[in-house]
């Protein structure tokens, strides 16, 4: 899932695609709440963060992570899809997470986008 929004993000769906332009487009998650992770990782993956002081790395398990806060899950793992610098920064700006299915961009009339099909865990 997050290889497509991250695909859609840089905009190179479209025919005039370049990789030095952000011709991407907006991207609304919602549902956040309900991704899955396959295998292991809900136990054994952890998702760090530094506040930039010595001894300031702090770490916690995706599990936690999902249950606190999901929509930090799917933007970091969109956001590691992303060039490094100015304009991945200007692109991960385009993106919108939410828990539920509400959003708040109803106005800019969205239009779904049907993903391709997305392993389930038993």
């Given at each position: 899932?997050?290889?497509?929004?991250?695909?859609?993000?840089?905009?190179?769906?479209?025919?005039?695609?370049?990789?030095?332009?952000?011709?991407?487009?907006?991207?609304?998650?919602?549902?956040?709440?309900?991704?899955?992770?396959?295998?292991?990782?809900?136990d054994?993956k952890?998702?760090?963060?530094?506040?930039?002081?010595?001894?300031?790395?702090?770490?916690?398990?995706?599990?936690?992570?999902?249950?606190?806060?999901?929509?930090?899950?799917?933007?970091?793992?969109?956001?590691?899809?992303?060039?490094?610098?100015?304009?991945?920064r200007?692109?991960?700006?385009?993106?919108?997470?939410?828990?539920?299915?509400?959003?708040?961009?109803?106005?800019?009339?969205?239009?779904?986008?049907e993903?391709k099909?997305?392993?389930?865990?038993a």
């Amino acid at each position: 899932m997050s290889s497509q929004i991250a695909t859609l993000l840089r905009g190179k769906h479209k025919p005039y695609y370049a990789p030095h332009i952000d011709t991407g487009d907006f991207v609304i998650v919602v549902n956040a709440e309900k991704v899955a992770l396959t295998g292991k990782k809900l136990d054994q993956k952890r998702a760090y963060r530094h506040s930039g002081y010595p001894g300031g790395l702090r770490s916690i398990a995706y599990a936690d992570l999902l249950e606190k806060n999901p929509e930090r899950a799917i933007e970091k793992a969109v956001k590691g899809m992303l060039p490094k610098g100015s304009l991945g920064r200007q692109m991960a700006k385009k993106l919108k997470v939410y828990a539920g299915a509400e959003h708040p961009h109803q106005a800019q009339q969205p239009v779904p986008f049907e993903m391709k099909t997305i392993a389930q865990p038993a």
